[in-house]
């Protein structure tokens, strides 16, 4: 089986402990990788050698740390097939589909940060004739990159790249069940030029090296992105020392069509914000809101729609689903298909899992299932599945459709549908959401806020935000008399 290993102070590294985590293929149900199951001790390894590398990384010019960036972003695309195919087998998803979004998105995170070490600049206040402030950005130190198993590399390099542009040390955590690509991408850095210490990826349990990376009284800040309840964890874990968070949590986020929508395109993008990476995507649609006139017209289209996506094996063209992540997470997902009927949901499509044949047989397939008939308030229509489970429900007018989409305690996106712009702009702004499309979901420009409101998140990141994020403000203030 094939093994991956940490990378600390510019070498692969065996976990101190020799204990190891089988990785598995969703689409297959077998293990075939193993990976560290870090303990302090490599963590140890890992914050000594990102102590030692950040004052000389702190000290490199900004142009010099976008060239090494964008080195890493060459490699990245000259092995884009390489990694497309590794993230798909050991997440489920499409092969499709990380070739098209997942490792362009590696490569695009990575520019854009090199790019922004460059362009960030801070700001100076003049105080009449008297004196002038300037502030100064200063990288924070040693920071914690946490990320989940949907979008493994994308949401690393997310992080990772702006922390490094800043001029910090990273250590970053992957997730347990998607190690892969970030040990491929740390078999990179050298090529890169990346300084030994400047960025150590340490595999393992979040339980486990995770909280410890949290307990860590040397790192300056904590970038997560995972559940809401994890995000809690962090939150009271670092409660009273005082570090930088930043946590990307959770969603349940409404998609609002109203009856003069653009019909095809409309059905066409709410089925993609729906099911795209069979609903594992934070910004899914997962509460399809319909206005009264068209509900029924829309619910027969959609469901016809939902009912041809393909579900097969993720590395065979023309799959439009993969697998889910975990046998526990397919559970997960179907136990939730049965309480939306406990509480008196109808299943429309789907509702079971999907078995497929050959090399897939023990797969943890699950069919796009939509579910009508529940109200707002039910655990169905409040609590997170993640998976290609969406409900739909009718709307009478514009405010109602606001209200159901607030009814929830998260706030991560919306999206909004239809022909009266002004009407969608007036929704736009009063749906509590960090972000709200408007006639198209999942449209990101790098250097747009991302992030939510209430239990979905705090802070944000996207461009210079996430430059904020990992760097500390000091004014000073000259006075010229
Ligand atoms: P998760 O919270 O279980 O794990 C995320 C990461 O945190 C993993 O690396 C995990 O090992 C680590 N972790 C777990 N417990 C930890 C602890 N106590 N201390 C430190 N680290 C710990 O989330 P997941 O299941 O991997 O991902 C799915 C969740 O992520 C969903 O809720 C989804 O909505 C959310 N998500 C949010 C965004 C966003 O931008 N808001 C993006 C993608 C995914």
Same mark, same amino acid.
């Given at each position: 089986?094939?093994?991956?290993?940490?990378?600390?102070?510019?070498?692969?590294?065996?976990?101190?402990?020799?204990?190891?985590?089988?990785?598995?293929?969703?689409?297959?149900?077998?293990?075939?990788?193993?990976?560290?199951?870090?303990?302090?001790?490599?963590?140890?390894?890992?914050?000594?050698?990102?102590?030692?590398?950040?004052?000389?990384?702190?000290?490199?010019?900004?142009?010099? +740390?976008?060239? &090494?960036?964008?080195?890493?972003? !060459?490699? @990245?695309?000259? *092995?884009? $097939?390489?990694?497309? #195919? %590794?993230?798909?087998?050991?997440?489920?998803?499409?092969?499709?589909?990380?070739?098209?979004?997942?490792?362009?998105?590696?490569?695009?995170?990575?520019?854009?940060?090199?790019?922004?070490?460059?362009?960030?600049?801070?700001?100076?206040?003049?105080?009449?004739?008297?004196?002038?402030?300037?502030?100064?950005?200063?990288?924070?130190?040693?920071?914690?990159?946490?990320?989940?198993?949907?979008?493994?590399?994308?949401?690393?390099?997310?992080?990772?790249?702006?922390?490094?542009?800043?001029?910090?040390?990273?250590?970053?955590?992957?997730?347990?069940?998607?190690?892969?690509?970030?040990?491929?991408?740390?078999?990179?850095?050298? +090529?890169?030029? &990346?300084?030994?210490?400047?960025? !150590?990826? @340490?595999?393992? *349990?979040? $339980?486990?090296?995770? #909280? %410890?990376?949290?307990?860590?009284?040397?790192?300056?800040?904590?970038?997560?992105?995972?559940?809401?309840?994890?995000?809690?964890?962090?939150?009271?874990?670092?409660?009273?020392?005082?570090?930088?968070?930043?946590?990307?949590?959770?969603?349940?986020?409404p998609t609002v069509v109203?009856?003069?929508?653009?019909?095809?395109?409309?059905?066409?993008?709410?089925?993609?914000a729906a099911f795209t990476?069979?609903?594992?995507?934070?910004?899914?649609?997962?509460?399809?809101?319909?206005?009264?006139?068209?509900?029924?017209?829309?619910?027969?289209?959609?469901?016809?729609?939902?009912?041809?996506?393909?579900?097969?094996?993720?590395?065979?063209?023309?799959?439009?689903?993969?697998?889910?992540?975990?046998?526990?997470?397919?559970?997960?997902?179907?136990?939730?298909?049965?309480?939306?009927?406990?509480?008196?949901?109808?299943?429309?499509?789907?509702?079971?899992?999907?078995?497929?044949?050959?090399?897939?047989?023990?797969?943890?397939?699950?069919?796009?299932?939509?579910?009508?008939?529940?109200?707002?308030?039910?655990?169905?229509?409040?609590?997170?599945?993640?998976?290609?489970?969406?409900?739909?429900?009718?709307?009478?007018?514009?405010?109602?459709?606001?209200?159901?989409?607030?009814?929830?305690?998260?706030?991560?996106?919306?999206?909004?549908?239809?022909?009266?712009?002004?009407?969608c702009l007036r929704v736009?702004?009063?749906?509590?959401?960090?972000?709200?499309?408007?006639?198209?979901?999942?449209?990101?420009?790098?250097?747009?806020?991302?992030?939510?409101?209430?239990?979905?998140?705090?802070?944000?990141?996207?461009?210079?935000?996430?430059?904020?994020?990992?760097?500390?403000?000091?004014?000073?203030?000259?006075?010229?008399?």
């Amino acid at each position: 089986m094939e093994k991956i290993y940490n990378y600390i102070d510019g070498d692969v590294a065996a976990p101190a402990e020799d204990r190891w985590l089988d990785v598995f293929e969703p689409a297959t149900g077998q293990a075939y990788a193993r990976a560290p199951d870090s303990s302090a001790d490599d963590l140890k390894k890992a914050m000594s050698a990102a102590q030692s590398a950040f004052d000389p990384w702190a000290a490199t010019s900004a142009a010099e +740390r976008g060239r &090494v960036l964008n080195r890493l972003a !060459n490699l @990245v695309e000259e *092995r884009a $097939a390489e990694f497309a #195919q %590794a993230e798909s087998v050991d997440t489920g998803k499409p092969l499709r589909l990380a070739e098209s979004v997942d490792i362009p998105r590696v490569a695009a995170n990575l520019r854009f940060y090199a790019g922004a070490a460059e362009h960030f600049a801070s700001e100076s206040h003049a105080m009449g004739q008297d004196a002038i402030n300037y502030t100064l950005r200063e990288p924070l130190g040693v920071v914690a990159c946490i990320s989940p198993w949907n979008l493994p590399l994308y949401l690393l390099s997310w992080k990772i790249a702006p922390a490094l542009a800043a001029g910090n040390t990273v250590i970053a955590k992957p997730s347990e069940l998607t190690p892969m690509t970030a040990y491929l991408f740390s078999r990179l850095l050298s +090529r890169a030029n &990346v300084p030994p210490g400047v960025l !150590n990826i @340490v595999h393992g *349990r979040g $339980a486990g090296v995770g #909280q %410890a990376l949290v307990d860590q009284t040397e790192i300056a800040a904590i970038s997560f992105t995972g559940g809401t309840s994890t995000g809690k964890q962090i939150a009271k874990s670092t409660a009273g020392r005082f570090k930088k968070l930043s946590l990307e949590m959770g969603g349940k986020n409404p998609t609002v069509v109203f009856a003069d929508c653009d019909w095809d395109r409309t059905l066409d993008q709410t089925l993609r914000a729906a099911f795209t990476n069979q609903g594992e995507v934070c910004l899914c649609g997962s509460r399809i809101l319909v206005q009264n006139e068209v509900y029924e017209r829309f619910r027969e289209d959609f469901v016809a729609r939902a009912k041809q996506l393909v579900v097969g094996d993720p590395l065979v063209n023309g799959s439009d689903q993969g697998a889910l992540i975990s046998a526990a997470h397919r559970d997960k997902v179907l136990d939730c298909i049965q309480l939306a009927q406990d509480e008196g949901g109808e299943v429309l499509c789907g509702g079971t899992p999907v078995n497929l044949p050959g090399r897939c047989a023990e797969g943890w397939f699950v069919a796009p299932t939509v579910i009508e008939g529940l109200p707002a308030q039910c655990r169905t229509n409040q609590e997170e599945i993640f998976g290609p489970v969406v409900t739909i429900m009718p709307f009478d007018d514009e405010d109602e459709a606001i209200a159901l989409s607030n009814q929830s305690t998260y706030g991560l996106a919306a999206s909004i549908w239809g022909s009266d712009v002004t009407r969608c702009l007036r929704v736009a702004r009063r749906i509590e959401a960090g972000l709200v499309w408007v006639n198209t979901w999942m449209m990101r420009d790098l250097r747009t806020p991302m992030g939510g409101m209430k239990q979905s998140g705090m802070g944000r990141e996207g461009g210079f935000e996430s430059m904020r994020f990992f760097t500390e403000p000091k004014n000073v203030c000259v006075r010229y008399d």
